[in-house]
């Protein structure tokens, strides 16, 4: 468990280096799919895998369309990935500064990966585990958290479609 | 043909949604004691500001409208790493009661890059310099309403970070606001220097800290309306605002004073009692 585990950090790791160092957007989405995936992966790894599968499904969703978008949108004839000289350098920069701070911080001490529970059980005596009675209580005492996030939501696809929409006159878009 | 200009390019509906979910985030803020509907309203307020800042789709608004959303964005989900940091090492969610130093510091410095205490200010000249005088005044008022409640609610906190974001906050928003020509930088430059003052006696008297934003919020409300009613964005224009209106730029220098600390007003008082705390 633990070498999966630390497979999969390091994949969330250097999926997150991929996307903060600047590649075209093609990339930098295929580096967004990366970190999601393997960071579901570390979720199920610490006993959610409700919640691990339930995100993936909605990191699938999201990432389809910022896929979508960052290629129709950005489309480039000569997209910079990351062997591109000014990408690598960013990514090695990231890369040597990343391990320092591990080193610096964690080289001494003994992580036991995937051993931690962050998802309890529901109680002592209950058959559910901690993220399906979550669930449950979203639905019940929770209901004006799911309210308010539901606004939350339909403000932003307000606000995007008033921030895009318009053909004649596109600051963003090179028209 | 000739194409009128429409002052308005927004659809009222729209513009009655986004002003209400404006009203609305803060309102979320102030009255939650949960870290996930505070981080829930910031988010709401910033959502609900951005096209209005981007309206005239002007570049240099969509800009800084841009600018905002990024900065906004990273400070929010710091707020957010925050609080989960926050609830994975204590195990609660509650706004009064962050003990642990990394969660607090974390998001000291979160919401300093929110209202913009230097050394994370950079982006506010820039964001108020990009948008219209009405824009800017409730960036500059309504929007540090949110985060600057946080701040207060989160007492106990760092006293070595709060005084150095405080300082450097009064001297860079000093510096900075010398040698402009732009009178939206200036405004933003004595946003920061305020706050900074507002940051560093958060620790001794909270009351006083709040009061500071008050007679803060009145004195920059009404300079910005002063400069709205002259159509005024510079300080040559500004030079010449006496033959539009002679009462009004009579009267003018008392806010400037006062947003100076001088006498005759609020503001000298409250740096005085600042010291003497």
């Not at chain 2, 994975?88 to 130093?101: A, D, E, R, V, Y």
């Not at chain 2, 000093?174 to 020509?181: D, E, M, S």
């Not at chain 2, 009061?211 to 005024?232: A, C, G, R």
């Amino acid at each position: 468990m633990s070498y999966t585990m630390a497979l999969l950090l390091m994949g969330m790791v250097g999926g997150l280096v991929g996307v903060a160092s600047n590649p075209s957007p093609y990339f930098g989405a295929l580096g967004l799919v990366l970190v999601s995936g393997t960071g579901c992966g570390v979720l199920a790894g610490y006993h959610g895998g409700f919640l691990s599968l339930v995100l993936f499904l909605i990191y699938l969703g999201g990432m389809l369309v910022v896929f979508a978008y960052s290629a129709a949108l950005a489309a480039e004839p000569f997209p910079e990935g990351w062997l591109s000289w000014t990408v690598a350098m960013t990514a090695s920069s990231y890369l040597v500064g990343l391990s320092i701070c591990w080193w610096g911080f964690f080289g001494h001490t003994d992580l036991r990966l995937g051993e931690g529970q962050v998802m309890g059980g529901w109680g002592d005596s209950s058959q559910l585990r901690g993220e399906t009675g979550g669930v449950g209580h979203m639905y019940s005492s929770g209901g004006g958290g799911v309210v308010t996030c539901a606004g939350g939501l339909l403000l932003t696809l307000f606000v995007v479609l008033e921030l895009t929409r318009g053909l004649a006159r596109g600051t963003i878009r090179s028209v | 043909m000739l194409v009128k200009l429409q002052p308005f390019l927004m659809s009222p509906l729209i513009m009655t949604t986004l002003l209400l979910s404006l009203g609305l985030g803060t309102t979320i803020t102030f009255a939650s004691s949960h870290w996930l509907f505070a981080w829930m309203g910031l988010e709401i307020n910033t959502l609900a500001i951005l096209p209005l800042m981007a309206q005239h789709h002007h570049p240099r608004a969509v800009e800084a409208t841009t600018k905002y959303f990024l900065t906004q964005a990273t400070a929010a989900a710091m707020i957010l790493f925050a609080s989960t940091t926050n609830a994975w090492l204590t195990g609660q969610w509650n706004i009064f009661q962050l003990t642990h130093p990394l969660p607090l510091t974390l998001l000291t410095m979160a919401l300093a890059l929110k209202i913009g205490l230097a050394p994370l200010h950079t982006w506010l000249p820039e964001v108020l310099q990009g948008l219209n005088l009405t824009t800017g005044l409730i960036l500059s008022t309504w929007q540090k309403l949110a985060p600057f409640a946080l701040l207060l609610q989160t007492q106990p906190m760092n006293s070595t970070t709060l005084i150095l974001l405080g300082l450097v906050s009064t001297l860079v928003g000093g510096w900075g606001g010398l040698n402009q020509t732009q009178l939206r930088k200036v405004l933003a430059y004595s946003s920061i220097a305020h706050l900074g003052w507002m940051i560093l006696v958060l620790q001794f008297t909270p009351s006083l800290t709040l009061l500071t934003l008050i007679t803060y919020f009145l004195m920059t409300f009404s300079t910005f309306v002063v400069f709205k009613l002259n159509n005024v964005t510079t300080m040559n224009a500004l030079s010449t605002s006496w033959t539009k209106s002679p009462t009004m730029t009579a009267l003018t220098p008392l806010i400037l004073l006062s947003l100076g600390g001088l006498p005759p007003w609020q503001d000298l008082y409250q740096n005085d009692s600042s010291f003497k705390n």
